[in-house]
């Protein structure tokens, strides 16, 4: 999943995609409804590419983090993130088992689990080379064990 281009603008909802770069900020279009709007400079803006969760051995990329989402519903819709934090909680257990459970919260959850949804409809969580080399590997270790 190529999340170069995916954004995260803080006090507005959704996601929006970048699309021009200007000389005092930039125009995003909403991933939801397709409107452009103004950013500017001084906008707490956040790519999706550059967003890490704490695990107890460091830090995991968003990205691997959406394409193991992805691997686990085959690339269709997750669980909603409407769902209780307790049942938000172990699912993501269930997709990344060694994350820092002291700081990462069930809103964080919900946010990834709401963000991946949203990419997901507009069917941007497709299957990237990186992904499918993770694919690959995972298969290939799976069959070892099986051995």
Known sequence: ?????VLSISGKPGLYVLR???RTGFVAESLSDGKKITV???SNVSLLSEISIY???GEKPLTEIMNSIAAKHDFGPSISHKEDNATLLAYF???LPD???DRVYASDVK???NWYNTLQAKGLAVETPATEEATE???ETKEEVKE
């Open 99 to 101: 994350y820092d459970e």
């Open 40 to 42: 500017s400079l001084k």
């Open 1 to 5: 999943m190529n999340l170069e281009k």
């Open 20 to 22: 021009v770069q200007t």
């Open 93 to 95: 257990k269930e997709i």
């Open 111 to 113: 946010k990834i689990v």
């Open 137 to 139: 590997a995972t298969e």
């Open 55 to 57: 695990t107890y051995d």
